[in-house]
């Protein structure tokens, strides 16, 4: 049976930050609030919770997971980015955008492309994610909540947690933050490629 908490989504309990951000040191499968949609979440390189992840959602192994960082300072180690690449990025974070880049060796295997080695690295603008990003201290591994069959993620933590008690540990009740997309783009070529248009504005890199 999940948790449920309800964190106020402009000025987060600092109570409830530490709580969820313990859940997740100790290998918990979360949903939490972004500033498109709910995602689920777990400790960076937890295998573990990453395979309930891949069970939940019926993910192959080619499946790019997004790494959830503070700052572009964090971005970094995950990420290699050029000097062109970090002035897109710096104008570009926080929001919604999700961006491919390669990956270090900072990044474990199983979240990465295995044939690519690239990753998903976002900066989220939504004060419920940042606090628990900056709680636990390191980035969060995350996945869309779209289940098996469905086009869209789902978007009501009373229903979420209906569905899915038995499958995470906490679902973070922030509030309505929507059902939409981020906008992805490839940034492993010298010439960034959209490859999906979310909720981003991304006449920048078109």
Same mark, same amino acid.
């Given at each position: 049976?999940?948790?449920?908490f309800?964190?106020?989504?402009?000025?987060?309990?600092?109570?409830l930050?530490?709580?969820?951000?313990?859940?997740i @040191?100790?290998? =918990?499968?979360?949903?939490?609030?972004?500033?498109? &949609?709910? $995602? /689920?979440?777990?400790?960076? +390189?937890?295998?573990?919770?990453?395979?309930?992840?891949?069970?939940?959602?019926?993910?192959?192994?080619k499946?790019?997971?997004?790494?959830?960082?503070?700052?572009?300072?964090?971005?970094?180690?995950?990420?290699?980015v050029?000097?062109?690449q970090?002035?897109?990025?710096?104008?570009?974070?926080?929001?919604?955008?999700?961006?491919?880049l390669?990956?270090?060796?900072?990044?474990?295997?199983?979240?990465?492309?295995?044939?690519? @080695?690239?990753? =998903?690295?976002?900066v989220?603008?939504?004060?419920? &994610?940042? $606090? /628990?990003?900056?709680?636990? +201290?390191?980035?969060?591994?995350?996945?869309?909540?779209?289940?098996?069959?469905?086009?869209?993620?789902?978007?009501?933590?009373?229903?979420?947690?209906?569905?899915?008690?038995?499958?995470?540990?906490?679902v973070?009740?922030?509030?309505?933050?929507?059902?939409?997309?981020?906008t992805?783009?490839?940034?492993?070529?010298?010439?960034?490629?959209?490859?999906?248009?979310g909720?981003?504005?991304?006449?920048?890199?078109?």
């Amino acid at each position: 049976m999940s948790q449920f908490f309800q964190i106020h989504p402009e000025n987060p309990q600092t109570r409830l930050i530490k709580q969820a951000a313990e859940i997740i @040191r100790n290998g =918990g499968l979360v949903v939490i609030p972004t500033d498109c &949609a709910y $995602a /689920l979440a777990c400790r960076l +390189g937890d295998k573990k919770a990453t395979e309930r992840v891949q069970r939940l959602r019926q993910l192959g192994p080619k499946h790019n997971f997004t790494l959830l960082c503070r700052d572009l300072s964090e971005l970094s180690n995950f990420a290699k980015v050029d000097n062109t690449q970090y002035r897109l990025l710096k104008a570009h974070t926080p929001g919604a955008f999700t961006f491919i880049l390669e990956g270090t060796r900072e990044v474990p295997r199983l979240l990465m492309n295995p044939k690519k @080695r690239t990753i =998903g690295i976002r900066v989220p603008d939504n004060a419920i &994610a940042m $606090a /628990l990003l900056e709680e636990t +201290g390191e980035p969060l591994m995350s996945s869309s909540l779209i289940l098996p069959g469905e086009d869209i993620p789902l978007s009501d933590p009373y229903e979420i947690r209906e569905r899915l008690q038995h499958e995470l540990d906490l679902v973070v009740d922030g509030g309505h933050c929507g059902f939409d997309a981020t906008t992805v783009i490839d940034m492993t070529d010298e010439v960034p490629v959209v490859l999906r248009q979310g909720v981003g504005d991304a006449s920048a890199f078109v």
